[in-house]
């Protein structure tokens, strides 16, 4: 038979005679000439006795499958049944807990990040203390003292600092910066990391509850909860501690608000009590808690616990409550540190509720402070809206943006750059105030409350913009009795744009010619090639009007409606442009008599026939037209010289004989 040491050897002292592993492999039963039934580890540490010592060896020992009962068998035919349990061994700083586990190893865990980190000290482990960046750890034979190796606030690493190599007996141990304190019933001792006891203190009662609140390094304060009711505060380099109250009975668990005003009391007779600090006048009262804890984050909101169940209370409003097994044990923003058996777990909780009671009181600056703790989406836009009712814009734009609504802060940027939104306006009355309330309503859709608000402040002008943008032209017209022509010309041209838009094309053209803009109507109409509509609006249009007439005139000719256009030319009177029709539609008949007519122009009628001739092959023609053009052209300077010497004669010289 052969085999492998996989562990360490080690000298027991006495005769072992039975050995049984018990819960899953964790540990290991022994029994032997030393007439105990030891308990150690499964590496061979000791961790303790099970029960008594016996009158004879212990010849056997059995654990009963998944439990915690162990039986032992002696000599002398004596069987003892014991069951063993195993007590918590833990401690906590803010998001920081530390616990035992296996009985030699301490688990260091983030409670927000839930990073965890392992320590093995290799004997059983008796107490443990965390604060900040120090961890101690309580062994048999000795306390060691480890610090975070990293100064970063999620660091989980760390390392020896230091050993006090001495057996140190005590009921409660607490860690600080620089110091380590024991508490033994009603004493109290202050030692540095050397061993060194440097101050000591002793109470009135046994000490039932103690916590750091903090300090700085050496001068920390601890706060005291005695058995009969008092509650002291100490200082480490003060030997002379502060009384802060007395309650009716011993205490359980207390804590301090994160600003130190309010200190949060658990009794024995399970009532939570909340006291001022600095008048010792009594807050308020609640009843069924055994633990408490205040929020870190928040000065007037605490936790506490009872009968599985969670209560949450915010300032002086109700308790909100919700199941909850276990007991509360630290709360930081919306994480919830709950303690059940013997695991410690971290749970969400939304803090809907306490934002809701804040609300309904308008204590809308109260209310992001909580929500920004940890609320829903849906609770956001509550606060934001709630806020917005309220006037509060700046609540009202953190909680917007939180929910990322851009429709709504781009309305509470316009607000914040009025001038109607300044602090003199705002305190002149309520005008304002409803100004910005109607306008809020339009924005949430609620167009007819707006509307009737904007009518009732004498802003009808406001509801008819409101319906004019959303294309509501038929209520729009409703707020038109009081404004002006130009109002309703401008509501016709909107309502025109948007049937253009829509493409209703002739709805359009209508419209912009009862709202007398010609140029977009006849635009509109030439471009649908409606021949019928552009000679009727060109018909009725003045002769003044010659931007339009013009107009109207380029789209017939360009579809081919040569006589209608010719019709608008001779309303305005242009010739030229009628003699320039002609040539274009090669209408040379009708083109020569206008030239006779107007000689002016023989030049826009001959010079393009002689070109159309000559691109028809009909060369010849072509130049007799230009020899003829040539031929009038050389009358007509003749003529204009002779004029100009018949003037010169009349001026009264006399020719020279």
Same mark, same amino acid.
């Given at each position: 038979m052969g085999g492998k040491l996989v562990?360490?050897?080690?000298?027991?002292?006495?005769?072992?005679?039975?050995a049984t592993f018990f819960n899953k492999g964790e540990y290991l039963l022994l029994g032997g000439s030393n007439r105990l039934c030891t308990l150690m580890t499964k590496d061979g540490v000791k961790l303790g006795t099970v029960g008594d010592e016996q009158s004879s060896w212990v010849w056997s020992c059995a654990a009963r499958p998944d439990s915690s009962y162990v039986a032992v068998g002696c000599q002398d035919g004596?069987?003892?049944?014991?069951?063993?349990?195993?007590?918590?061994?833990?401690?906590?700083y803010k998001e920081r807990y530390a616990f035992r586990e296996n009985m030699t190893d301490v688990i260091i865990q983030h409670l927000l990040t839930d990073q965890k980190a392992r320590i093995k000290c290799r004997d059983l482990i008796k107490k443990i203390a965390i604060y900040k960046h120090r961890l101690a750890v309580q062994l048999p034979e000795r306390v060691v003292i480890y610090e975070l190796y990293s100064a970063e606030t999620t660091g989980m690493h760390y390392r020896v600092r230091e050993k006090i190599n001495?057996?140190?007996?005590?009921?409660?141990?607490?860690?600080?910066?620089?110091h380590l304190v024991l508490c033994q019933e009603r004493r109290l001792q202050c030692l540095t990391f050397n061993g060194i006891k440097e101050r000591e203190w002793v109470m009135e009662s046994a000490i039932r509850?103690?916590?750091?609140?903090?300090?700085?390094?050496?001068h920390e304060g601890l706060l005291l909860g005695l058995k009969n009711g008092?509650?002291?505060?100490?200082?480490?380099?003060?030997?002379?501690?502060?009384?802060?109250?007395k309650v009716d009975a011993a205490i359980r668990c207390l804590d301090l608000s994160p600003s130190s005003n309010k200190l949060a009391v658990v009794d024995e007779n399970n009532h939570c009590l909340v006291y001022d600090i600095h008048n010792k006048k009594l807050l308020f009262q609640e009843s069924n808690a055994n633990s408490v804890a205040w929020n870190?984050?928040?000065?007037?909101?605490?936790c506490f616990s009872g009968n599985n169940i969670l209560s949450i209370k915010a300032g002086n409003f109700p308790v909100h409550q919700q199941k909850l097994m276990g007991f509360v044990v630290g709360v930081c923003g919306s994480k919830i540190f709950c303690l059940h058996v013997s695991t410690m777990s971290s749970i969400e909780v939304p803090l809907s509720a306490p934002m809701y009671q804040y609300l309904e009181k308008n204590m809308f600056h109260d209310a992001y #402070?909580? &929500?920004?703790?940890?609320?829903?989406?849906?609770?956001?836009?509550?606060? +934001?809206?709630?806020?917005?009712?309220?006037?509060?814009?700046?609540?009202?734009k953190k909680a917007f943006i939180r929910i990322k609504d851009l429709k709504y802060l781009e309305l509470i940027t316009d607000f914040q750059s009025l001038a109607i939104y300044s602090q003199d306006r705002q305190r002149k009355g309520e005008t304002e105030k409803d100004l910005l309330t109607a306008d809020i309503l339009a924005h949430r859709g609620k167009f007819k409350e707006a509307a009737r608000l904007y009518q009732k402040l004498g802003q009808e002008q406001r509801a008819l913009n409101m319906y004019t943008d959303l294309r509501m032209f038929d209520l729009a017209q409703e707020f038109l009795g009081s404004v002006d022509t130009a109002d309703r010309k401008a509501l016709i041209r909107k309502?025109?744009?948007?049937?253009?838009?829509?493409?209703?094309? #002739?709805? &359009?053209?209508?419209?912009?010619?009862?709202?007398?803009?010609?140029?977009? +109507?006849?635009?509109?109409?030439?471009?649908?090639?409606?021949?019928?509509m552009l000679v009727d609006v060109g018909r009725r249009l003045d002769k003044a009007d010659r931007d339009g007439l013009t107009r109207v005139a380029r789209h017939l000719a360009r579809l081919g409606q040569p006589g209608y256009a010719t019709e608008m030319y001779r309303k305005l009177g242009d010739d030229r442009s009628i003699v320039l029709l002609y040539v274009e539609a090669r209408d040379w008949r009708e083109a020569f008599s206008l030239a006779d007519k107007h000689p002016e122009y023989r030049d826009l009628v001959y010079i393009p026939y002689a070109q159309w001739l000559a691109e028809n092959d009909k060369f010849v023609e072509a130049q007799k037209v230009q020899r003829r053009e040539r031929e009038q052209k050389q009358k007509q300077r003749s003529e204009k010289k002779k004029r100009g010497s018949g003037k010169r004669n009349s001026g009264g010289v006399a020719p020279v004989n």
């Open positions: 562990g360490k050897e080690r000298n027991l002292g006495f005769d072992p005679l039975c004596t069987i003892a049944y014991y069951q063993l349990l195993f007590s918590t061994v833990h401690g906590l001495q057996r140190l007996e005590c009921n409660l141990l607490v860690v600080c910066t620089n509850y103690i916590k750091v609140v903090g300090g700085p390094p050496g008092q509650v002291w505060k100490i200082y480490l380099d003060n030997v002379f501690p502060v009384n802060l109250l870190s984050h928040c000065e007037d909101m605490l #402070r909580v &929500a920004c703790l940890g609320v829903t989406d849906g609770d956001w836009g509550s606060l +934001a809206h709630a806020a917005l009712d309220g006037l509060e814009l700046e609540v009202a309502k025109a744009d948007w049937a253009h838009n829509i493409n209703e094309p #002739r709805a &359009a053209a209508e419209m912009y010619l009862s709202a007398g803009d010609t140029v977009k +109507a006849i635009e509109i109409i030439g471009e649908n090639s409606w021949v019928d």
